[in-house]
């Protein structure tokens, strides 16, 4: 793909999931430990998202830095606008506030079964 | 200002992320951390260490800035390291009065 396509493509998976995380490896076989906290973030959360694997296309790994001009994966991103990586998430998640945001922006959250 | 970096003997990237943050962000608390024993063998990492690093930050001026605005302002200023040195970096961002409310 070129770059300009490359930009399209993230933008269009971007604006058609409510939540999606640009990740490394995969919900199930996650290959970074700060991807791996994420995921785990949003299992325990109860939202459901969808993942990009960037380890599987160098393209989308480097295209997705330049989107959002930020160097480092994950990316989360809900409702379009991008949240923060990592570090962020955890921070949001351990003041509640993701929950917060998550249900402001109108998106269900599933209370865990007991 | 306190700060556990006293002493940058061997670690040469550490003491440049202190003097850029130093210069650039005017910290009252600049605390570096070389957490790259924590990943040994992982792929990808540098086996000369210094290759990730924990960073807490506590400046006046991430004063009315969201979480994404801070972090970006840091990684602009260490953008050098970041392409060539850095594999990872954890960052905790706070302004002076969030940094206080967190010691009780």
């Known amino acids: ?19 999606l995380l640009f990740m490394k490896g995969t919900p199930v076989f996650p290959q970074c430990g700060f991807s791996s906290t994420v995921v785990q973030i949003l299992t325990q959360v109860g939202v459901k998202y969808k993942s990009i694997d960037v380890l599987s296309d160098n393209e989308i790994r ?44 109108g998106i269900e959250l599933q209370k865990p079964s007991i | ?46 086996k000369t260490g210094e290759s990730h690093f924990y960073i807490l930050i506590v400046s006046p001026l991430f004063e009315g800035k969201t979480r994404v605005s801070r972090q970006k302002h840091v990684f602009d200023i260490l953008k050098d390291e970041l392409k060539e040195k850095i594999h990872a970096l954890s ?14």
Not at chain 1, 4 to 9: C, E, F, H, P, V
Not at chain 2, 12 to 23: Q, Y
Not at chain 2, 91 to 104: G, I, Q
Request: aromatic share 8%; proline share 5%.
């Open chain 1, 1 to 19: 793909m070129s770059e300009k396509n490359i930009q399209d493509y993230i933008k269009q998976e971007i604006s058609d999931s409510e939540v």
């Open chain 1, 62 to 105: 480097q295209g997705i830095k330049e989107f959002s001009d930020w160097p480092t994966i994950p990316q989360l991103y809900i409702k379009g606008e991008f949240v923060g990586g990592c570090d962020i998430i955890t921070e949001m998640y351990q003041s509640g506030e993701l929950n917060t945001f998550l249900e402001s922006k």
């Open chain 2, 1 to 46: 200002m306190s700060t556990s970096t006293d002493s940058f003997f061997n670690r040469p990237t550490a003491e440049i992320i202190n003097k850029k943050l130093s210069e650039a962000l005017k910290p009252t608390e600049l605390d570096i951390q070389d957490q790259s024993h924590l990943h040994k063998g992982h792929s990808g990492a540098p």
């Open chain 2, 91 to 104: 960052l905790k961002t706070l302004t002076p009065e969030e940094f206080n409310s967190l010691k009780f």
